[in-house]
C-alpha cells in the first residue's frame, strides 16, 4: 500500500467532509426556516383573527435570522469539541474516561499491551504512542487518536486487554498503527468536531423538553424543545451518515494492513470472532461514544436501521475478507480460554531478553544496516525504502521485539520514568572524551535535579555501549514518558538540552538529529499549538529549501567533490523539480544544520506529493554509492521525521 497515496486519499475525504458538511447545514437551514414561517404565520393569523393566514413562502429577513442562528450554534458546538480535543488523543482517551497506563506496570495485561505497542511503534518507525485503558467497558474495542504521530494516543478497552490472547492483541493494534501511518486520525478528529456541531441542536432540543412550567403559566419551552428536537434529528442523520461515509471503508484498508504488518491473520480474525461471540461485543458504554464511534476498531453502537449509518462493516464480513476459509461460526467463549490467556499475559512479565539473531545487526537511527567493518559498508537497495515507508513488515515487528530485549535494563527502565527519560537523552549527548564529559556533568549539577544528575552518569556507560547500535530507537522509546513532564520540567529540559549541545562548541549531525526529533514531538503538546497544516501545494517555491536537504545528504556521504557531485545528481531527478528551479548542489558551509533545521521546517508544511519526493530523492542520493553510513541514515532518519512520513527500519539479511 502507497504511504503518500492514502495520505492524498485521507485529504481528498476531509474535503468530501466539507461537502457532506455544508449540505448537513443546508438541510438543517431550510428545515428550520419552513417551520418558522409556519410558525410566524400562525403568530400573525392570531393577531389578526379576521384575517385568513397566508403562508408567504419566502421571507427574507426570517430567512436571515433562522441562518444565522443555526450556523452560530453549529459553529459554536464544533469550535467547542475542536478545543475541548486540540491536545491530541490525549483528549480523547481522557474524554472517554480512559487512564493513562503507568510505563512500569506490573499487571500482565498491561504489560503485554505496552510490550506490544512498543513493538509496532519501533518497527513502524514513529513515537512510541501513549496509551490508555478503558476501565469501566467491558466490551472489546480500542481507537487510536491524535494530530498527528507526535501526539498519538491508543486506547483499549479493558475486555480488550483481559479477553485477547498476544497474537489477537496484535491484530488490533496493528489495525490502530494503520490508521496512525495513514493519517485517518487527524481526519477522525475534525470529524467529532463536525458531528458534535450538527447534534447541538438536538442537543438543545432535549434540553429544553426537559423544562418544567411554574405556577398557572404555560412554559413553552417544552414545545419548543420538542420542534428543535426533531429538527435535531436532521443533524442526527447527517452526522451518522457522514461518519459511515468517511469511516466504513478505512476499516477493511485497515484490517489488511493489519494482516500485512503481523503476517497473522488468525490473529485479528481470531479478535473479531471473539467480539463476534462475546456478550457484550464491541458496544460501547460511555455517552460520548455516539460522537466517536467512527474512530474504533469494532462497532461502538448498537446495530443501526439502516445499513447505510453503519460505521463499520458487519464483523462476518470483515472475518471473510481476512480469512476466507472461516466456516461463518463463532467459536464459544469459556473459563478455560479466558485462563489461557491469563497465563499467555503473566508469561509476558517472564519474558527473557534473547540476543539478537544474526540476520539482525545494526540499527541507525532507524536504519537496519548489517554489520561490517567501516571499510566495507553494507549495501543498501534504494528501491526497497520507498516501498517500506509507512508500510513495515513482519520481519521489521520481529526485529523490533528483538532490539526491546537486548537493550540493558536500566536503559529500558530509564525510558518508561520521565525524569529517567530526561537523564537518558542527557546521557546520549555526553561526549567520549573523559575530561570533556567531567566538564558536562559538572555543568549539568548546576543546571538540574541532583537525582536527574546522578543518574544522568549512571546511565552512561550502558548508553554509550548501546548507542552506537541504537540510538534514536532509543529516543523513540522515551518520548513517551518525555510526554509526562510538566510544562516547566520541560522547559528546562529543552533549555539545558540545548546547553549541553552546544557545550563542546560544535554541533554534531546527531546532536541536531536528537535535538530535532525530540522537540518536535514534544514541542506542539506542551506550547498548546494546532499542528502545522498544508501551505504549498507546488514545489517550486520549496527547491532552494529541497537544495539545502539534497546538498547536506550529498556532503555528508564524502568529502570527494566528484562523489558529493554524483551523489547530488543521482538523487535530484526524483525530485522532478521544475527546469526553472534552479536546482543546484550547495557548498558544504551553505547547508550546516542551522540551514537544514529552517529548511525541514518549512517542506514540512507540503502536501504529501511533494513530500514523496523529496525523501525518494534523499533516499537516492544517500544510496548513489550503494552503501549506507551511520551519519547519513540518521540525517534521512531526521529528514522522514521531521516530514511525518515514518521510515521502518532498513532490514537487510545476510
Known amino acids: ?31 428550520c426556516y419552513f417551520v418558522g414561517l409556519i410558525i410566524f404565520s400562525a403568530a400573525q393569523s392570531h393577531h ?89 467497558e467491558r466490551a472489546i474495542n480500542a481507537f487510536a487518536a491524535g494530530h498527528t504521530t507526535s501526539d498519538a494516543a491508543i486506547g483499549v478497552t479493558r475486555g480488550c486487554i483481559q479477553l485477547l490472547s498476544r497474537d489477537q492483541l496484535q491484530g488490533v493494534i496493528g489495525h490502530e498503527f494503520s490508521h496512525i501511518l495513514n493519517g485517518d486520525m487527524r481526519l477522525n478528529l475534525r470529524l467529532i468536531g463536525i458531528i458534535f456541531g450538527l447534534l447541538c441542536i438536538a442537543t438543545i432540543g432535549r434540553i429544553l423538553l426537559r423544562a418544567r412550567s411554574s405556577g398557572r403559566d404555560r412554559n413553552p419551552l417544552p414545545l419548543v424543545g420538542l420542534a428543535l428536537l426533531l429538527l435535531g434529528f436532521i443533524g442526527v442523520f447527517f452526522g451518522r451518515l457522514i461518519q459511515a461515509a468517511v469511516s466504513r471503508q478505512r476499516e477493511f484498508l485497515a484490517d489488511a494492513s493489519s494482516v500485512q504488518f ?28 455516539p460522537d466517536l464511534c467512527h474512530m474504533f476498531f469494532g462497532n461502538g453502537l448498537g446495530e443501526p436501521f439502516f445499513g447505510i449509518m453503519a460505521t ?53 537511527g532507524g536504519a537496519i544496516i548489517a554489520s561490517g567493518s567501516a ?66 556533568l559538572a555543568g549539568l549539577a548546576q543546571r538540574v535535579e541532583p537525582a536527574v544528575h546522578q543518574k544522568t552518569a549512571a546511565l552512561y556507560p550502558d548508553v554509550s555501549s548501546a548507542a552506537t547500535h541504537a540510538r534514536l530507537p532509543i529516543v523513540n522509546l522515551a518520548l513517551g514518558a518525555l510526554r509526562q513532564l510538566s510544562a516547566e520540567q520541560f522547559s528546562r529540559f529543552s533549555q539545558t538540552l540545548q546547553w549541553l549541545i552546544e557545550s563542546d562548541g560544535k554541533v554534531e549531525l546527531f546532536e541536531f538529529v536528537l535535538q530535532k526529533i525530540v522537540l518536535r514531538h514534544l514541542t506542539l503538546q506542551f506550547s498548546g499549538a494546532r499542528p502545522p497544516v498544508a501551505q504549498y501545494y507546488t514545489l517550486k517555491p520549496l527547491v532552494p529549501d529541497c537544495a539545502v536537504v539534497l546538498s ?29 528551479g534552479n536546482l543546484t548542489l550547495l557548498p558544504r558551509e551553505q547547508c550546516g544544520v542551522d540551514k537544514i533545521d529552517a529548511a525541514l521546517n518549512r ?28 551519519s547519513e541514515a540518521e540525517l534521512l532518519r531526521a529528514v522522514a521525521d521531521t516530514l511525518d512520513c515514518p521510515i521502518p527500519p532498513f532490514v537487510q539479511t545476510e
Open 375 to 440: 571499510s566495507t559498508p553494507p549495501v543498501i537497495r534504494s528501491r526497497s525504502v520507498m516501498s517500506n515507508l509507512g508500510n513495515p513488515t513482519p520481519l521489521h515487528l520481529k526485529y523490533a521485539g528483538q532490539l526491546r530485549d537486548s537493550l540493558p535494563d536500566s536503559v529500558k527502565a530509564a525510558a518508561r520514568e520521565p525524569l529517567d527519560a530526561v537523564a537518558l537523552i542527557y546521557a546520549m549527548l555526553l561526549s567520549p572524551d573523559p575530561a570533556l564529559r567531567d566538564a558536562q
Open 312 to 364: 463499520h462493516p458487519p464483523i462476518p464480513d470483515r472475518v471473510r475478507a481476512i480469512d476466507p476459509a472461516w466456516d461463518g461460526k463463532f467459536p464459544p467463549l469459556d473459563e478455560k480460554q479466558i485462563e489461557v490467556v491469563k497465563r499467555a499475559a503473566i508469561s509476558e512479565l517472564e519474558h527473557t531478553p534473547k540476543p539478537l539473531p544474526d540476520i539482525f545487526k545494526i540499527v541507525l
Open 603 to 630: 517542506l514540512t508544511l507540503a502536501v504529501p506529493t511533494i513530500k514523496k519526493n523529496l525523501i525518494e530523492a534523499c533516499v537516492y542520493t544517500v544510496g548513489a554509492d550503494g552503501v549506507m553510513l551511520e
Open 552 to 580: 547536506a545528504l550529498a556532503n555528508v556521504s564524502s568529502s570527494d567533490p566528484v562523489a558529493v557531485q554524483k551523489a547530488f545528481e543521482a538523487g535530484a531527478p526524483y525530485l522532478r523539480a521544475p527546469n526553472d
Open 1 to 31: 500500500m502507497d504511504f503518500f497515496a492514502q495520505q492524498d486519499k485521507t485529504r481528498r475525504k476531509t474535503k468530501l467532509l466539507v461537502f457532506y458538511f455544508i449540505l448537513a447545514v443546508a438541510a438543517i437551514v431550510v428545515a
Open 262 to 289: 503481523t503476517r497473522n491473520p488468525g490473529g485479528l480474525s481470531g479478535a473479531l470472532q471473539k467480539i463476534g461471540r462475546y456478550g457484550y461485543g464491541s458496544k460501547l458504554e460511555s455517552e460520548h461514544a
Open 48 to 136: 389578526h383573527y379576521d384575517e385568513q393566514p397566508q403562508l408567504v413562502l419566502w421571507n427574507a429577513k426570517l430567512f436571515f435570522g433562522v441562518t444565522v442562528g443555526v450556523l452560530a450554534v453549529i459553529v459554536i458546538g464544533s469550535a467547542y469539541k475542536t478545543n475541548q480535543l486540540a491536545g491530541g488523543g490525549g483528549s480523547v482517551a481522557t474524554l472517554m474516561g480512559g487512564r493513562l497506563v503507568n510505563s512500569n506496570t506490573t499487571d500482565p495485561d498491561e504489560r503485554k499491551l505496552l510490550n506490544v505497542v512498543e513493538e509496532m511503534a519501533i518497527a513502524s518507525g514513529v513515537p512510541v504512542p501513549q496509551v490508555y485503558v478503558l476501565d469501566e
